[in-house]
């Protein structure tokens, strides 16, 4: 059996980057992304019972951008002093 290209690509491979609650700050990210070519999605969080800030969003990213990714987002906390909570951890693919 002959393999293609795309054979060894890895598919719901996205981790869930970091958790953000600054508009601001996920404005800059994104911008900061694109210019970086780096595919991305938000998925914002339902307000619960133990987490009542709302706009509350998570940056996820594929697994093999997430070194560039997180370095643009610690240069951007540092450059703005924004505050981020990182996770680094498989996304839950809720649509599968």
Not at 3 to 30: G, W
Not at 57 to 62: D, E, H, L, Q, W
Not at 73 to 89: H, N
Request: proline share 1%; with cysteine.
């Amino acid at each position: 059996m002959e393999q293609t290209l795309y054979t060894a690509l890895k598919v719901n491979n996205e981790i869930e980057l970091c958790e953000i609650s600054d508009l601001d700050c996920k404005q800059l990210i994104e911008r900061r992304l694109l210019a970086a070519r780096i595919s991305y999605f938000i998925r914002w969080m339902r307000p619960s019972l133990f987490h009542r800030r709302k706009n509350v969003c998570i940056i996820c990213v594929n697994e093999n951008v997430k070194d560039i990714a997180e370095d643009i987002v610690r240069a951007i906390c540092d450059e703005k002093g924004y505050s981020v909570r990182f996770l680094m951890r498989r996304s839950v693919n809720q649509y599968l």
